[in-house]
């Protein structure tokens, strides 16, 4: 039952990727994404699962996974920063549900010579399961890290090491200190690398819930993708919006401006607002038909009193001041066109405030009905249901903070 979850899972994420038309500039813009994503794809494919270790330097956590190894693979010494890049070894469990642990060690981050330190740290966010290292209470470097990786929605385990170095009430008291310093609500485990706790612990959540920590991580690798992708869509459709409702505005400024007969105006700004919207459906990858351009008019207009009014209200008046001009002139000697060219002005200037806010509140309403056909990554996540959801308390953190980084309205014309 659970390889065929993860096999569905798989599929899910599979299809979702192929529905997206990737141009050429995105796929240069963001190839590290993308070639992050697809490799974490294949390992849920694979049923590969991926667990890292970090901390700073000398806190033994090449030692760590020796421990759980059984040998000694990754290189320790008695002077910090022997570790100087990212390795990795498998690790072979009994009964394992998933068909390959892979281990990483990484150097300490708080090492100077490390090369490509982002590239390290990009790394082990991308495992499916941290293992944070500590050889002692937390200090404000530590906890800055594990914070950033909280952010992030990471899976963490704080691992003690070297406990050797204290005695039982030393131990007690480090314990209940960094407890204290991690956040409440998350419950992150804090286990102590003696004989074999933390080996145990690992197998035990592997086992457990092994497949859905890869499922997770691989939701959230595709989410954040999808998430850097839509904003660079958008950012570009929004300069093309721009373009377009200055464009409207320009014409729709010279047309009221110029034009005496009040019926004719406002069929000529409402044929020009239909336009607009029109356009900016087809920016935004929606191609609106003549109705449904007309009710987001319609709607728009309602739930907008200024736009209403500035749009029929405002402009009759005028137009009706602008005829009575016209009419009078030839009794006057032509005095009463004076005010003629301010008022057509002040219209102008309405026109293209209104065509703007109009452009802005369309490009708001045809986004949210541009919503793509296929589930998105989120929404994905929100359907897994978890047997024990205290373990994976993680997880809203990331659904938290991704809902107010989410906000579109920045990217709107």
């Known amino acids: 039952m659970k390889q065929l979850k993860i096999n569905k899972n798989y599929l899910l994420l ?33 049923k590969k699962i991926r667990i890292g270790t970090y901390g700073k330097s000398g806190v033994g956590k090449s030692s760590v996974l020796n421990y759980l190894l059984k040998k000694d693979i990754f290189k320790t010494d008695i002077i ?11 690790w072979n469990i009994n009964d394992q549900t998933l068909n390959s642990i892979e281990l990483l060690d990484s150097p300490g981050f708080d090492f100077c010579d490390i090369k490509f330190p982002n590239k390290v740290y990009s790394c082990i966010n991308h495992s499916d399961i941290i293992l944070f290292i500590v050889s002692g209470d937390l200090n404000r470097n530590e906890l800055s890290e594990i914070s ?30 960094i407890k204290h310093k991690l956040p409440k609500d998350l419950n992150i485990p804090i286990i102590i690398n ?31 993708l999808f998430l850097q992708i839509k904003e660079q869509r958008l950012k570009r459709r929004q300069k093309l919006a721009q373009s377009t409702i200055g464009k409207f505005s320009t014409i729709k400024a010279s047309t009221v401006a110029l034009n005496p007969f009040v019926l004719f105006d406002i069929a000529g ?28 008019f319609k709607k728009i207009s309602i739930n907008n009193l200024f736009l209403g009014v500035t749009q029929v209200g405002v402009n009759t008046s005028f137009n009706l001041v602008k005829k009575i001009i016209l009419l009078t002139a030839p009794f006057t000697s032509g005095l009463s066109l004076l005010p003629y060219g301010p008022i057509a002005i002040i219209q102008a200037a309405i026109a293209i405030q209104s065509t703007k806010i109009l452009g802005k509140l369309a490009a708001k309403e045809i986004l949210k009905r541009s919503k793509a056909s296929y589930i998105e990554p ?27 980084n989410n906000n579109l309205v920045s990217f709107l014309p």
């Open 194 to 224: 003696h004989e074999d706790n933390l080996e145990n612990y690992m197998k035990k959540i592997i086992n457990q819930h092994g497949e859905v920590f890869l499922t997770l991580n691989s939701l959230q690798s595709a989410d954040k």
């Open 269 to 296: 700004s409402f044929a020009l607002d239909t336009a607009l919207i029109s356009e900016l459906s087809k920016i935004y990858g929606l191609n609106l038909k003549g109705e449904s351009t007309r009710k987001i």
């Open 378 to 404: 989120h929404i994905m996540i929100h359907n897994i249901n978890f047997n024990e959801p205290e373990i994976f308390k993680h997880i809203n953190i990331y659904l938290t903070k991704r809902n107010l």
């Open 148 to 177: 950033s990786f909280i952010k992030d929605g990471k899976k963490i385990i704080v691992t003690l090491n070297k406990i050797d170095l204290f005695n039982k009430i030393e131990l007690k008291e480090i314990i209940e200190s």
């Open 80 to 90: 910090n920063g022997t570790t100087r890049e990212i390795q990795t070894e498998e």
């Open 14 to 46: 599979k299809n979702w990727w192929d529905s997206i038309d990737i141009t050429n500039y995105e796929k240069s813009f963001l190839n590290r994404e993308i070639i992050s994503f697809n490799q974490q794809l294949f390992r849920l494919k694979e």
